[in-house]
């Protein structure tokens, strides 16, 4: 048990607080598999250039990385004064989300389930 106050007790929780700018997308229809294909192509990069890889990447799951990053970028600059030039994608990756299951009718009267995944992706940027 934590001792002090509550208010002591928060406090000390969040001094421990990342503060690198970062931008969450929850419930995003798109597996976590094909998510992180895209990831593991910008992770590491800066921001312009993993801009250009998001733009011409034919996979869907690009368009929402793309925007996702977009707003990243938006909190880096109005939230925390960053300079945009400077940004690199510190971190991203895609954590299972709840699975939604339908069922299809197949032949002699049987049902196969379908599992229609999602995932809560995160981009989190930093400075060079």
Same mark, same amino acid.
């Given at each position: 048990?934590?001792?002090?106050?509550?208010?002591?007790i928060?406090r000390?929780?969040?001094?421990?607080?990342?503060?690198?700018?970062?931008?969450k997308?929850?419930?995003?229809?798109v597996?976590v598999?094909?998510a /992180?294909f895209?990831?593991? !192509?910008?992770?590491? *990069?800066? =921001?312009?250039?993993?801009?250009?890889?998001?733009a +011409?990447?034919?996979?869907?799951?690009?368009?929402?990385?793309?925007?996702?990053?977009?707003?990243?970028?938006?909190?880096?600059?109005?939230?925390?004064?960053?300079?945009?030039?400077?940004?690199?994608?510190a971190? /991203?990756?895609?954590?299972c !989300?709840?699975t939604? *299951?339908? =069922?299809?009718?197949?032949?002699?009267?049987?049902? +196969?389930?379908?599992?229609?995944r999602?995932?809560h992706?995160?981009?989190?940027?930093?400075e060079?």
């Amino acid at each position: 048990m934590a001792k002090g106050h509550r208010s002591q007790i928060k406090r000390e929780r969040n001094a421990n607080k990342d503060t690198r700018p970062s931008a969450k997308l929850s419930y995003a229809r798109v597996s976590v598999q094909k998510a /992180c294909f895209v990831l593991d !192509a910008i992770r590491g *990069k800066d =921001v312009q250039t993993a801009l250009g890889i998001l733009a +011409y990447n034919p996979r869907y799951a690009s368009t929402l990385i793309e925007k996702l990053l977009k707003s990243a970028i938006a909190n880096a600059e109005n939230n925390n004064g960053m300079d945009v030039n400077k940004l690199v994608v510190a971190e /991203c990756y895609a954590n299972c !989300a709840p699975t939604m *299951k339908r =069922v299809h009718p197949r032949a002699q009267g049987r049902a +196969y389930r379908i599992l229609k995944r999602m995932s809560h992706i995160t981009i989190v940027l930093d400075e060079r």
